[in-house]
């Protein structure tokens, strides 16, 4: 591959570039690429004997066995190899390892965590998740902390290979473990959903939040041999798929009777964004929602474009108050970009410096509050390193427009509940189409247990957690309920979230808020809890099968309630049908379509069946032909959050046989080299460093990139334009 040299101090921009532009050939790929060594997962089809492996492709070395959650290895050594091995006939899967990362006081009694202590389980104790194992795996915990000593049962760390799962300090301090862990089981000056579950941690996640698909699976693995009931995962990648390592782990580990519960995301609020393993089919995979609190907007703009954005405030930093400043651009947080911010709100821009480098910086410069905006579409959640004396928090790039042509903020608190929050990852899944997530629960303004103290955090991280509290208190009510009857509790029961301002679609709020007072009550069950019917392109009808289980001591009748009539769309449902005491009945759902009146696309909604008062709700999704998803999109190139490295983001719906970013001198259109160039590449979003030394010299650009699955290859072209640092201090 051809190496850019540039300074040190060069920065890139992306603009949009002409569609008259001439047409140009993408060279031959890079030469050395098989040579390239990585980490892959080998999972295969019946049992392989490590050695036949070693003989046969003598480059690969085994890093790991898995014994129980998958049936393979963790494997090192040359691409080319790897290649070689995928495409052996007792091979299931071959994927390289990807990074994962650690993305309650009002919380936990509005969902029903509160009133369900005061019912008792079939052995006469409160609901307090009593006797239930939880596994959480995470960056460890304080379990010297107060609220959890008690909780805490034991665990490994994978990271440091030792059975002390403690939270890392030194430079770079972890917190998030202790905060989820909190949510599930504390019990002190709060109590968590569960306060008295008994809590196992599994160390995956290293200084910073970061681990790997290796770690993650040995955690899983060893939840497995350690006989957890409920799992809880606050962690995830961008990779939008059905199919990745981890996600058959925890299929494998609810086939085993494991309740699996997994964040689905930071990414949204747009579509195809929830990551592995929040679309692990048998997981509850959750999203985050507004418990009630006072949520701060920004009031920005001029005139008649005032408009009302908004504000999340950094982990770690203090919340963000009821504020009216004048603001002051402050370029990326550099000190000579700051001097005019004293008394003022400090408008910066994403990438460059770390949140905390940016925060201090403008603290020192005399700032009143900082407000990070993004350096690509949407908002992002952030947080910092160490405390800041000012509060600090992201909003969008449009946002930031807003304020700096005003010079003006204001800050105006809105009381909400029950909103899905913008930063959570919606689906569906690609591919198979699925309804991820399953299910939202409160993940804004999470007030938990932190090393030392207790701290307020947002994202799905801290959704998870609310959700694998209520499995344990399901459990320890109903020992015999199984992790897909557990499931189809929350899920059947939930609150569909919506009203005359904003309605949401299955694909964000799942079957909605869960509510455990109603969960507790349930007896009767559907499985799956949702569907998704398939209608190919030769077919004009799909079918699938439910099944409802009545586990009541009397009989049950029920009837269907047919969709909202839509131009097209033909359901035949089992309109009335009854289950005797502890009967289970197969139910054919069949949906007809005349394509011709109806809209390509994604379709959704809930299916209703009523037993008396009780209303079981049935999300459902159907993709008129192939939902017109493009094979690329969203390529964004900006300076990463450190210094002498750059990141770039490019999103794969489907994946890519193969996918380059080439780029050509703007005027003689002279190929200059790739940026980067990948075979195989995974669904979802593709995110990468770049460092400074691999960009070209300053100047301009014509970026192709290109993705290719199948026959069909889609490409986007851009200008990117390398410019000297303009943020030099003067």
Known sequence: ?????????????????????????????????????????????????????????????????????????????????????????????????????????????????????????????????????????????????????????????????????????????????????????????????????????????????????????????????????????????????PDLPINMALDRAVELGITAVASSGNSGPGMW????????????????????????????????????????????????????????????????????????????????????????????????????????????????????????????????????????????????????????????????????????????????????????LNGTSMAAPHVTGACAILKQAHPDWGPDTIKSALMSTARILGDGRRTYHTYEQGAGRIQLEQALKADTFLYPSSISLEIKKAARRSRVWIEAENTSKTEKHYRFSLPKREEGVYWKLPLAFTLKEGEKKRLPIELSLDRNKMKPGVHDGYLTIHENANILSLPYLYAVKEPDYPRLAGFQFVPADSEGAYRYELYLPGGADEMGIALYEKQSLRFAGFLDWAQNAHRGLVRKQIKEENVPPPGSYKAVIFARKGKKEDRLETEIKILENTYKQK
């Not at 972890?174 to 569960?194: L, N, P, S």
């Open 273 to 456: 964004t929830v990551g592995s393993p929040g679309t692990s089919s048998r997981a509850i995979s959750t999203g985050a929602s507004t418990p009630p609190l006072k949520v701060p907007y920004l009031l920005a703009g001029l005139g008649q474009s005032k408009k009302e954005y908004p504000v999340a405030a950094l982990m770690g930093s203090k919340s963000w108050p009821a504020l009216s400043a004048s603001a002051a651009y402050g370029g990326i947080g550099r000190p000579g970009e700051l001097r005019h911010v004293r008394g003022k709100a400090a408008i910066i821009k994403r990438g460059g410096l770390s949140f905390t480098e940016k925060v201090r910086n403008a603290e020192k410069a005399g700032a009143a509050a900082v407000l990070i905006y993004n350096n690509t579409r949407g908002q992002f959640l952030g947080k910092l390193e160490k405390a800041a004396g000012i509060p600090a928090a992201s909003i969008s790039r449009e946002a930031a427009d807003a304020v700096l042509r005003s010079s003006y903020i204001k800050t105006i608190m809105k009381t909400e509940k029950d909103r899905v929050a913008e930063f959570s990852s919606r689906g569906p899944v690609t591919v198979n189409w699925q309804i991820k997530p399953d299910i939202v629960a409160p993940g804004v303004d999470i007030h938990s247990t932190v090393p030392g103290g207790y701290l307020s």
């Open 1 to 241: 591959m051809k190496l850019f040299m540039i300074s040190a101090m060069a920065i890139l921009t992306v603009i949009s570039f002409s569609a008259a532009s001439a047409e140009v050939k993408i060279p031959d790929r890079p030469a050395r690429y098989g040579d390239e060594r990585v980490i892959a997962i080998a999972v295969f089809k019946k049992n392989r004997d490590g050695k036949t492996i070693v003989n046969k492709h003598p480059a690969l070395r085994i890093r790991e066995v898995y014994t129980h959650a998958i049936n393979g290895y963790s494997l090192e050594g040359p691409r080319k190899e790897m290649e070689a091995l995928r495409m052996e006939a007792d091979i299931e899967q071959v994927s390289e390892c990807n990074v994962y990362e650690a993305e309650i006081n009002e919380s936990v009694p509005f969902i029903g965590g509160g009133k369900a202590r005061g019912y008792f389980s079939s052995k006469n104790e409160r609901l307090t998740g009593r006797g239930v194992r939880v596994g959480i795996i995470d960056t460890g915990i304080d379990y010297h902390h107060l609220a959890l000593k008690a909780s805490f049962k034991g665990g490994y760390d994978f990271v440091d290979k030792d059975a002390d799962p403690k939270e890392a300090g030194g430079r770079q301090p972890t917190i998030h473990g202790t905060h989820v862990a909190g949510i599930i089981a504390a019990d002190g000056r709060m109590k968590g959903m569960a306060p008295e579950a008994e809590i196992y941690v599994y160390r995956v996640l290293g200084p910073g939040g970061s681990g790997n698909t290796e770690l993650v699976l040995k955690a899983i693995d060893k939840a497995i041999e350690d006989k957890m009931d409920i799992l809880n995962l606050s962690l995830g990648n961008s990779v939008n798929g």
